[in-house]
């Protein structure tokens, strides 16, 4: 396999007191670190080479012969402009500051590095005391009025009116604020200053970033809940009523129970988690779990009686007598039926249909020695089963998948 590989092209020059030296040759690491509302960094290592100068070896960057006394090149607030290009052709300038760390002088071959800041380095460092009166009246001066008490700054107030009636007020803008403190307080010179002017439509942009954002934002969410919900078994199933636990252990007769049944999408979850817990496909679970109840938890005649349409003189496939008193518990009801299909699991090889009537309450029509007997296959409508036949169970396994595909 082929690859490319290049390196993006970096120029640097700094300007000393002897002329702008160009470092672009000698560059072999550079980093520049753009931060917003801060003090933007630049960091450039480079080769000293040792040359011959006068008929003497010295190290190129750090050994400035003047007046037959050796002094550095750098000096600390030199400008410094950085310039990279990754297309060929296409250079964007990336970096302008001053200096704060350069190279003394070196005593062994070598690399050397330059820090530096960018040009609101000069801003960061010039005197302002917001308490002084006369930062009051600039502030003033540009449509803008000091609370003392906070720091903040504002327009609409009486003073603010009071000086727009004299025509004392130029702008009141954040813009020609920002001019003023660049060109009057920082000493920036005209030419060096562009303050770019919003959209006319700024509030609309602004507005549907903030959507923008609140979507992403939801979506995440959202992703975080399903990924806990599905790993754990967190949520807020369970929580529908007071005093209901969680689905706990499954298939410990002592876990706690999972609650009340709560809405469709708390319901699908919860059987795919335990059945997936028991070895069972969480396809076949829910599709016996439509036919039984739709998810309502009724049984054909209305009476609530469980998730499976429990009766307290039956049980499941020779298990002991269900515990009634939990009948309306997702997870227990869930979990038992589970156990049922486990024990007749020898049925699924005939498909869903068949183990799906294998798993119904009466054990004694099951023929325990493997034959299919009444739950066979070899009946398609079997007598109080139609909605199990070969035919119709399918229709309700499809559903199931859907519903798990729609709550993953």
Known sequence: MKRLVYSPSVKVWVQTDTGVVDLSPYVVDCSVTRVINDVSSAEVEFRNPKVIKDGKPRFLFTENT??????????????????MERIAGR????????????????????????KASCTLKRLLYTYWDPALPFVNDFMKAYGWNLNQATGQAGTADTDYQ???????????????LIYAVLNEIGGWDDKNIYIQP???????IVAKLFQEFKKDNDKANEEIVGFIRDIIGAGDFGSAAAGAGSAGNVGDPNSPLSGALGNEKERVKTIRRIANNRGIPPEFVLAVALVETDLQGENDGGTYDGWYQWASSQSYVGKPLLDMSKANDLGYSTDKFCQAAKFREKFKQYGYPTWARACQLNPSSINNAGTRGQYGAFNPNPDNNALYSDGRFPEFVTKAKQLLDKYK
């Open 66 to 83: 003047v007046d037959g006394k050796i002094l550095p090149v750098f000096h600390p607030m030199d400008p410094i402009t950085i310039v």
């Open 91 to 114: 250079p964007i300038q990336v970096f302008t500051g001053y200096c704060d760390s350069v190279p003394d002088v070196q005593l062994f071959p070598g690399t050397a590095k330059i």
């Open 162 to 176: 009071k000086l727009n009636k004299h025509n004392r007020l130029n702008d009141s803008g954040l813009g020609k």
């Open 198 to 204: 919003l959209p006319d439509n700024i509030e609309n």
